[in-house]
């Protein structure tokens, strides 16, 4: 090293470029220390960062200089080794977190870091450097979770990379509420983004959930009966040979038996088509006078219409259906598309999925309750008592698992279960979704920057309804790296991963070039944008905080982008060659964004662009002054 950058470390001492991370981010380490910034390296063998007192500063130096001690350099105040610790997640604060004596995601990140720091040479001059600032306050921390740090110490860092109370934005339960309150912010419909969600627990919106499940079912069986051919029912293919691993939870329709002298069900389309004019109506507000139940609670039996509805979707029973309810059908399902904005990707078999509402990576709740029995008299093993996500095509299913589970505190939602996607537009027949970076560098005002880059997620089996283990239908990398890596079709990448420039030459090879920059794009921006303004006043907000996000997006067959969920402390440990670049772009760029414009506000930024700025809103200054009106009553002449 040359005599100048000898120095440097010390020039940045004199002006407090100090920086400390916490977690497995070397890129973050590397950039700031090529920038000339000291690190103030975090104890390995603890959890929590606080300021060190200079007296024992003092006593570490003294026994450095005898020759004593074989401890880390810099070594903080601990937290005793061995204490309960949060479970790494996607979401601040966690609801569960794991029980200490299994091995949770928290661990593996701290032995991440530990290997990185370790690869380093332990007597260059960074590690002098760090020993020196060991009781300084670090101007910028890059941390994997606040609950580490020392809030005294967090309080007196300048810049920091997380904020707090992100439950309304990063929780599943929490965006599907906040989501709710959207009407008040913009005029845009909810059901134009977002795949329908309730919170299952909150009795108002199990009751909605259950009324949804009937309705959705109508339509299914009107769609249903317009897609046979002849007498064959539509949907009845065998299923392919499963690839799922012990303890998976595996939730398909069944293949056809329907056997000649089957029912017919010569009602059900009539009753369906009977629902579907009543549910128009309340669409129409006919019913806004009505004191009574909604009428498609009440028209018609529906424990015994599902049970039907359930032969005719999953087991291939027939259908009688006359020309007049074929017109009718489709005369019904024209109306309810410009009602509906989701009637396109509901599909016709009614597929659900069920979420942990805190929980990340598609992890269960570890746990639970055995013995239960199935509705239709199968034993749940104790595996699903308490899974993680699970899709399912039952109503009763769903109310099983959900209440197989207890939340630890009545005022918390244990699940939540969403309108799953089934006409998803699929790559080679295999289903992918989108990771989408966004910062956001204020609450108040709202600034977002958005990543002009991002990659793609594929599972790792083809896309099919009638197979819905999680190797078909969930593209988390966590989960999908439990599965063999080899692909049906060639063509899929095998570590499953593709660039939005990938994503954008295959879409060119389809005729829909334009599809990625006139709707995807669009789509995803706007999604993000009334997202956080719906959390934005439930946000913990800290001035020279921001944070960079991970929104997950679902593309339909229309190219039109649903959103998912919303991830906080997004993974930045590549899973391919095409992460590994890209996760190295994004915190490169966001050092720029956060450090560099701060001098030069011309600087270049990289893929980031500026997606909003809220304009800043004057307030009034209340605090002592006198508000009272003061005035008289007037008398008659």
Same mark, same amino acid.
């Given at each position: 090293r040359?005599?100048?950058?000898r120095l440097?470390?010390?020039?940045?001492?004199?002006?407090?470029?100090?920086f400390?991370?916490?977690?497995?981010?070397p890129?973050i380490?590397?950039?700031?220390?090529?920038?000339?910034?000291v690190?103030?390296?975090?104890?390995r063998n603890g959890k929590?960062l606080?300021?060190?007192?200079?007296s024992?500063?003092k006593?570490?130096?003294?026994k450095r200089?005898?020759?004593?001690?074989g401890g880390?350099?810099g070594?903080?105040?601990l937290?005793?080794h061995g204490?309960a610790?949060?479970?790494?997640?996607?979401?601040?604060?966690?609801?569960?977190?794991q029980?200490?004596?299994?091995?949770?995601?928290?661990?593996?990140?701290d032995?991440k870091?530990d290997k990185?720091?370790?690869n380093?040479?332990?007597?260059?001059i960074?590690d002098?450097?760090?020993?020196l600032?060991?009781?300084?306050v670090?101007?910028?921390l890059?941390?994997?979770?606040?609950?580490?740090?020392d809030?005294?110490l967090?309080?007196r860092?300048?810049?920091?990379?997380?904020?707090?109370?992100?439950?309304?934005?990063?929780?599943?339960?929490?965006?599907?509420?906040?989501?709710q309150?959207?009407?008040?912010f913009?005029?845009?419909?909810?059901?134009t983004?977002?795949?329908?969600?309730?919170?299952?627990?909150i009795?108002?919106?199990?009751e909605a959930?259950?009324?949804?499940f009937r309705?959705t079912a109508?339509r299914?069986?009107?769609?249903?009966?317009?897609?046979?051919?002849?007498?064959r029912?539509?949907?009845?293919?065998?299923?392919?040979?499963?690839?799922?691993?012990p303890?998976?939870?595996?939730?398909?329709p069944?293949?056809?038996t329907?056997?000649p002298g *089957?029912?017919?069900?010569?009602?059900l389309? #009539? $009753?369906? =088509?009977?629902?579907c004019e009543?549910? /128009?109506g309340? &669409?129409g507000h006919?019913?806004?006078d009505?004191e009574t139940p909604?009428?498609?609670?009440?028209c018609?039996?529906?424990?015994?219409?599902?049970q039907?509805?359930?032969?005719?979707?999953?087991?291939?029973?027939k259908?009688?259906? *006359?020309?007049?309810?074929?017109?009718?059908? #489709? $005369?019904? =399902?024209?109306?309810?598309?410009?009602k /509906?904005p989701? &009637?396109?990707?509901?599909g016709?078999?009614?597929?659900?999925?069920l979420?942990?509402?805190a929980?990340s990576?598609?992890?269960?709740?570890?746990?639970g309750s055995?013995g239960h029995?199935?509705?239709?008299g199968?034993?749940?093993p *104790?595996?699903?008592?308490?899974?993680?996500?699970?899709c399912?095509?039952?109503?009763?299913e769903?109310?099983?698992?959900?209440r197989?589970?207890?939340?630890?505190?009545?005022?918390?939602?244990?699940?939540v279960v969403?309108?799953?996607?089934?006409?998803?537009?699929t790559?080679?027949?295999t289903?992918?979704?989108i990771?989408q970076?966004?910062?956001?560098?204020?609450?108040?005002p709202?600034?977002?920057?958005?990543?002009?880059?991002?990659?793609?997620?594929?599972c790792?089996?083809?896309f099919?309804l009638r197979?819905?283990e999680p190797?078909?239908?969930?593209?988390?990398?966590s989960i999908?790296k439990?599965?063999?890596t080899?692909?049906?079709?060639?063509?899929?990448?095998?570590?499953?991963?593709?660039s939005n420039?990938?994503?954008?030459?295959y879409?060119a090879?389809?005729?829909?070039?334009?599809?990625?920059?006139?709707?995807?794009?669009p789509?995803?921006k706007?999604a993000?944008?009334?997202?956080?303004?719906?959390?934005q006043?439930?946000?913990?907000?800290?001035?020279?905080?921001?944070e960079?996000?991970?929104?997950?997006?679902l593309?339909?067959?229309d190219?039109?982008?649903?959103?998912?969920?919303?991830?906080?402390?997004?993974?930045?440990?590549?899973?391919?060659a095409?992460?590994?670049?890209?996760?190295?772009?994004?915190?490169r760029?966001?050092?720029?964004?956060?450090?560099?414009r701060k001098?030069?506000?011309?600087c270049?930024?990289g893929a980031?662009?500026?997606l909003?700025?809220?304009?800043a809103?004057?307030?009034?200054?209340?605090?002592g002054?006198k508000?009272m009106?003061e005035?008289?009553?007037l008398?008659k002449?």
């Open positions: 040359t005599g100048w950058g440097s470390p010390l020039l940045s001492l004199q002006e407090k470029k100090i400390a991370v916490q977690g497995p981010y890129v380490r590397r950039l700031l220390r090529d920038r000339g910034w690190e103030r390296k975090l104890p929590h606080k300021q060190q007192p200079s024992q500063k006593r570490q130096v003294e200089a005898s020759g004593g001690g880390e350099l070594e903080a105040v937290k005793p204490g610790q949060p479970s790494l997640g996607t979401t601040e604060p966690l609801h569960y977190p029980p200490h004596s299994k091995k949770n995601k928290g661990e593996e990140e032995k870091e990185e720091q370790c380093e040479d332990p007597d260059d960074h002098l450097m760090s020993f600032v060991q009781d300084q670090p101007n910028f890059w941390t994997i979770r606040l609950s580490s740090v809030q005294e967090l309080q860092i300048e810049v920091v990379n997380r904020y707090p109370q992100l439950h309304a934005l990063c929780t599943k339960e929490g965006l599907c509420q906040s989501l309150n959207l009407s008040w913009e005029q845009v419909d909810l059901n983004f977002f795949p329908r969600c309730y919170r299952l627990g009795v108002e919106e199990e959930f259950i009324e949804d309705l109508a299914n069986l009107l769609k249903l009966a317009l897609e046979k051919v002849g007498d029912p539509v949907g009845t293919e065998q299923p392919p040979k499963s690839n799922t691993v303890g998976d939870h595996v939730s398909h069944m293949p056809s329907a056997e *089957s029912p017919l069900y010569p009602h389309v #009539q $009753e369906a =088509l009977e629902v009543q549910h /128009l309340i &669409l006919q019913d806004i009505r909604s009428p498609c609670r009440t018609i039996a529906w424990d015994r219409f599902l039907e509805y359930y032969r005719v979707a999953h087991e291939g029973a259908l009688v259906l *006359s020309r007049e309810q074929r017109k009718q059908c #489709q $005369e019904v =399902l024209q109306r309810l598309g410009k /509906l989701q &009637l396109g990707i509901e016709n078999l009614n597929v659900w999925i979420k942990p509402s929980k990576r598609g992890r269960g709740k570890a746990g055995m029995t199935h509705p239709h199968e034993g749940i *104790s595996s699903l008592c308490c899974p993680g996500i699970v399912a095509t039952r109503l009763e769903v109310l099983e698992l959900s197989s589970c207890t939340a630890p505190s009545p005022r918390v939602c244990e699940w969403q309108k799953y996607v089934e006409q998803p537009l790559i080679f027949d289903k992918f979704d990771r970076w966004f910062v956001v560098t204020d609450w108040k709202l600034t977002v920057w958005f990543y002009r880059d991002c990659y793609l997620r594929f790792s089996q083809p099919s197979r819905l190797a078909r239908h969930l593209c988390n990398v999908q439990r599965y063999k080899s692909q049906p079709d060639p063509r899929v990448p095998t570590d499953k991963i593709w420039k990938q994503f954008q030459a879409l090879q389809l005729g829909r070039a334009d599809a990625w920059h006139r709707v995807m794009v789509g995803m706007a993000i944008l009334n997202a956080l303004r719906c959390a006043d439930q946000v913990g907000s800290r001035k020279g905080s921001f960079l996000f991970g929104a997950d997006f593309i339909g067959e190219c039109q982008p649903w959103l998912l969920e919303i991830n906080s402390c997004p993974t930045m440990s590549p899973s391919s095409v992460t590994r670049r890209l996760c190295a772009n994004v915190q760029d966001t050092l720029r964004l956060v450090l560099d001098d030069n506000p011309t270049s930024i980031f662009e500026l909003y700025k809220e304009a809103v004057p307030t009034c200054l209340h605090v002054l508000l009106v005035g008289s009553s008398k002449p």
